[in-house]
């Protein structure tokens, strides 16, 4: 009789182990989740792990399953993040995705957890998770993920459904623009602060990313032909005789607003265009502050296209000062 071969790893039959690999179900009904304890009942048989693994049985199975070292370990391993239990049913709550692959992410679909993210950018930030429909897992962000299904997308509209744009036409710096009747598809709620429960995410063919658009700036029938203005035709003139582009300076009293944009008197800005709020319309201009995260409408007896008078007494616009009287 000869001594049996050794168990891969350094295991000893009959030891505990703790399978750390993400979770699976098998055409039988024994599956491996992870985080649970089994038996090491010798060396891994399939020719796929011989040499690589062990024969490990757990007390929910009927045999014992072959299981690569890799994923085994003999100390239990860190829980899930975020509280998440292997094989709990949770919803992906973030904009649909669509990979390489094939694979997909599908705002409001409920999926398992496998196990812990195991990708660079998202270990110890998320789970890996099982979607019916993918055929592989797929890792995910805590903030992507919730235990209850996620709130409806605003609108009524549904993931996946096709929309049409029906604001003005506008461009992006990223390059990515909105055009008058163009279809897009659904792919959840809004993500920017000022569209979140307003509006959705819209994704555009001929877009490099997607978009956020606001309720009112959509339809899901086919808009009319009668469309707003064209984006070719000429836009209205710059009240006060500037021109988009053009270096103005702020000459009124200093501002801040709730948004933390501000106007500091003396500031340069470039001019936008025509002042947008119903307040404005016709009697001020649009300005960009370095400074600020938008335009500001400022009225044109705010504005001088020259660098106004300093202060008197050498004083600097916002600073702190004594009063001695």
């Known amino acids: 009789a000869e001594a049996p071969e050794p168990v891969a790893g350094g295991y000893q039959a009959r030891q505990e182990v703790f399978f750390t690999g993400s979770c699976q179900t098998f055409a039988g009904g024994d599956q491996v989740v992870y985080g649970d304890c089994g038996k090491v009942l010798g060396p891994a048989t399939a020719a796929t792990h011989k040499g690589k693994g062990v024969n490990v049985m757990f007390d929910y199975n009927k045999a014992g399953i072959d299981c690569y070292l890799d994923t085994l370990s003999a100390e ?16 992906f709550t973030g904009s649909c995705q669509t990979f390489a692959s094939g694979d997909q992410l599908v ?12 990708s660079y950018t998202v270990k110890g930030k998320g789970v890996k998770m099982m979607f ?14 919730l235990a209850a299904a996620p709130q409806p997308v605003p609108g009524g509209y549904q993931v996946g459904q096709e929309v049409f744009f029906t604001g003005s036409c506008q461009t992006f710096a990223s390059g990515n623009k909105l055009v008058y009747g163009d279809c897009g598809k659904v792919l959840g709620p809004a993500t920017s602060e000022e569209c979140k429960g307003k509006g959705v995410l819209v994704k555009f063919a001929q877009n490099k990313r997607d978009v956020n658009c606001y309720l009112y700036q959509l ?25 988009a582009g053009q270096e103005v300076f702020f000459t009124g009293s200093c501002q801040t607003f709730a948004s933390g944009n501000k106007l500091v008197y003396g500031d340069c800005g470039k001019v936008l265009g025509p002042a947008t709020a ?22 044109l007896d705010t504005l001088s296209a020259e660098a106004p008078e300093p202060v008197a007494g050498g004083y600097q616009a916002r600073q702190e000062v004594f009063f001695t009287g």
Do not use: R, W
């Open 278 to 299: 119903a307040t404005h319309k016709g009697k001020g201009v649009n300005v960009m502050f370095d400074y600020n995260k938008a335009g500001i409408d400022c009225y």
């Open 76 to 91: 239990a391993p860190e829980p899930v993040p975020g509280g998440y239990q292997a094989g709990q049913e949770v919803f």
């Open 132 to 145: 019916d429909y993918n055929k592989a897992s797929v890792d995910c962000y805590l903030n992507q993920l």
């Open 107 to 118: 705002h409001g679909a409920c999926g398992k957890v496998v196990g812990p993210a195991t």
């Open 219 to 243: 339809s899901a029938a086919v808009p009319g032909p009668i469309a707003p203005p064209p984006c070719s035709q000429a836009p209205e003139p710059v009240p006060g005789g500037y021109q």
